[in-house]
DNA sequence: TATTTGCGAATGGTTAGACCATTAGTAAAA
DNA sequence: TTTTACTAATGGTCTAACCATTCGCAAATA
């Protein structure tokens, strides 16, 4: 009938004090909070307590804390950072396999390929130009280009991803972007052929989107992953 | 030509020690890290210091504190709890607008009824049709029931998420979940209408899964996913 | 005058030691 | 056998001091 008291811990009061402060807009980006030996006092408790708790925010990308004269706790743009540090955690630990993972982007990158086509705008559409640019003639580096290559078809992606316009696919896939490098260098096949078709789909891709045909990137996006992710599974065996 | 030497923290480098410990398996979920007055021992730092680390590790979900005898810091299984409270951050601060989840949500539902109906064991089958008599249940009883029905509704959203067997999928869209309350609350146009309609959705899509009809599961979800956030966001004009 | 050097002060980082609050187990009392 | 009370171990908090980093200004220097 009755739900358990909730004893909060002091710093936990004071984690969500200033939290809410700046969730409601009351603490903006950029601005200061007082020095640790202010606010221990405007809080009442000690400083070893509100360093914790200051410890929590900055975890939790809330605050960003300086040190010298001048420091001291900045208030921070909510980002999405952290979303990709669980996701890290979440994949590295095995939790989210490699299947998982394949199976997640070719849903998500075809979604992504289709808006990006509906919404491109002419500036986008020549940024997609000059990175497909770069990736070619990294390709024609040959192998010590490779690396290269690779770092600038997700910048592609990721690109489109920009283009969707939505800040939660962008949140998203730059995640997993950011943690799938792991599956790519222990498990992808690495030759000339398998970088040059890569290439291709994204040429094809790019020229899908240029035509605001949204089904034909979609389509093009889901079977670049679709292929990309065979490589990988096969050779994972 | 250099890059700055990265100077450490104490505390960050008990972080990085005792996270490096969990993720590559030494510390297993469960077990029990020694007392923080024997921590701070065989770390040579403080129990202040000590404690912001444990503080922040604790803030990554990775361990539980508990007082008391036979208390301390216990290792937690890796969870998804956090990328909910991320995403949470996010909405709330408006990175992320209802049109964006909408709009997300669209392309996801859709994948994971499909593998779902891929997927579907009788088993969970059997779970799905029990969900959407309760969800009947609930429906029935007029306006009182509306709250439990959105829970059941969402249960089964989530059930479909679980057979799809995707563990990405089920910390993405239990995160979504978790958070999309807002928009219900402030946006749906509650009405019998809306929630009959409703009804007749999740039953459309749990037969076209019954049948292992992938892309008709798909096409459902797609439908009503967008349909639902049709009404939210006129309503939100 | 312009530049460099060095110092002072404010801020976070760390330490030490003490005491309070919570809890599991155990011994004593009923 | 059950209840009660105590004990000890653990996390939670406090105080007070000192160390480390950084910015700005004043003095020394070119």
Do not use: C
């Amino acid at each position: 009938m009755f739900k358990t008291v909730k004893q909060n811990k002091a710093y936990q009061d004071v984690v969500e004090q200033i939290q809410e402060a700046i969730m409601e807009g009351a603490l903006k980006p950029g601005s200061q909070l007082p020095a640790e030996r202010e606010l221990k006092e405007q809080f009442g408790i000690s400083r070893g307590t509100l360093r914790e708790a200051l410890r929590v925010l900055e975890q939790k990308g809330l605050i960003e804390i300086r040190t010298g004269v001048a420091g001291g706790s900045i208030i921070r743009e909510i980002n999405s950072e952290n979303l990709s540090e669980n996701l890290g955690m979440l994949i590295r630990n095995r939790s989210v396999s490699l299947h998982d993972l394949a199976e997640f982007r070719e849903g998500m990158e075809g979604d992504v390929a289709a808006l990006a086509a509906q919404r491109a705008a002419k500036g986008d559409l020549a940024q997609l130009v000059e990175l497909l640019g770069e990736a070619g003639g990294h390709l024609k580096q040959g192998r010590k280009g490779w690396d290269a290559f690779i770092r600038t078809d997700e910048q592609i992606h990721l690109e489109l991803a920009r283009m969707s316009g939505n800040q939660l696919f962008i949140a998203v896939l730059t995640s997993v972007y950011r943690n799938i490098h792991t599956y790519y260098e222990n498990y992808l096949p690495w030759s000339k052929e398998l970088l040059q078709e890569n290439f291709d789909d994204l040429r094809n891709i790019v020229a899908a989107v240029s035509e605001h045909d949204a089904e034909a990137a979609r389509q093009m996006a889901l079977e670049h992953v679709r292929r990309f992710n065979g490589y990988m599974e096969k050779k994972q065996v």
